[in-house]
């Protein structure tokens, strides 16, 4: 998309109207959707999230949108220009709707990051993201790439799905470990807190104890 911002977009009702700033203009665009579809589209660098409310038939319930966008702002004095073909643009679409489904995007996410070799022995546990996950299967997520991933799925599952869903404690304190990533409901726990700046504490192998001789009830004749 050619201008300053890429609007990407959080549905949630039937119509939503997205501001898109080009490099002379200003327009509204109006663009319907499916009702009761939860999907989030967006960019790779952070997104600022707004907030309008929209106006619906009187048969159904007021809904928010939310209108995530990507800036690409250039240095002062420097010439705006569209992105190349070397600068990446990553698109994530969400769809979980349930603590189980969002878990098991998480722990995708994760195993591929930290152990691909694992990652493709066990296989997938969710669904989510097939086109990214299958696009990275050989080289694995970066860190930057993950802990992207893990952000945008936080400001999807708490600011579209009602109520805001959160992963586990113990998902919350590895992805915090291996992502330096903590959630807002973490952000007074010092436990949490050291695991972003610490990291995950080593692992001990695991000990293997030598095989004992078998008893033959004494000694012999």
């Known amino acids: 998309?050619?201008?300053n911002y890429e609007t990407q977009l959080i549905e949630e009702s039937s119509i939503m109207s997205i501001n898109y700033y080009s490099a002379s203009k200003r327009s509204t665009i109006k663009?319907?959707?499916?009702?009761n579809?939860?999907?989030?589209?967006?960019?790779?660098?952070?997104?600022a999230v707004s907030q309008t409310d929209g106006r619906l038939p009187n048969n159904i319930a007021p809904h928010r949108f939310y209108v995530?966008?990507?800036?690409?702002t250039p240095a002062s004095g420097q010439p705006q220009r569209p992105a190349t073909a070397g600068q990446s643009r990553a698109t994530y679409?969400?769809?979980?709707?349930t603590s189980l489904e969002y878990s098991k995007c998480?722990?995708?996410?994760?195993?591929?990051?930290?152990n691909?070799?694992?990652?493709?022995?066990?296989?997938?546990?969710s669904n989510c993201l097939a086109e990214t996950f299958q696009a990275n299967s050989t080289g694995g997520f970066s860190k930057a790439q993950a802990r992207q991933m893990i952000d945008f799925a936080n400001r999807y599952a708490t600011t579209l799905l009602k109520p805001g869903l959160y992963p586990p404690r113990g998902q919350r304190e590895r992805i915090a470990g291996l992502l330096g990533f903590v959630y807002e409901i973490d952000k007074n726990d010092q436990e949490i807190r050291q695991l972003a700046t610490?990291?995950?504490?080593?692992?001990?192998?695991?000990?293997?104890?030598e095989p004992q001789p078998a008893d033959d009830g004494g000694g012999g004749w």
Do not use: C, H, W
């Open 68 to 72: 995530a966008q990507t800036q690409n």
């Open 106 to 114: 998480l722990d995708d996410i994760l195993l591929l990051y930290e």
């Open 198 to 209: 610490q990291g995950l504490p080593p692992v001990d192998p695991p000990v293997t104890e």
């Open 93 to 97: 679409r969400f769809t979980f709707t």
């Open 37 to 47: 579809v939860a999907a989030v589209l967006l960019g790779i660098t952070s997104p």
């Open 116 to 125: 691909k070799a694992q990652f493709q022995e066990r296989g997938r546990q």
């Open 31 to 35: 663009l319907p959707f499916l009702l």
């Open 1 to 3: 998309m050619v201008g």
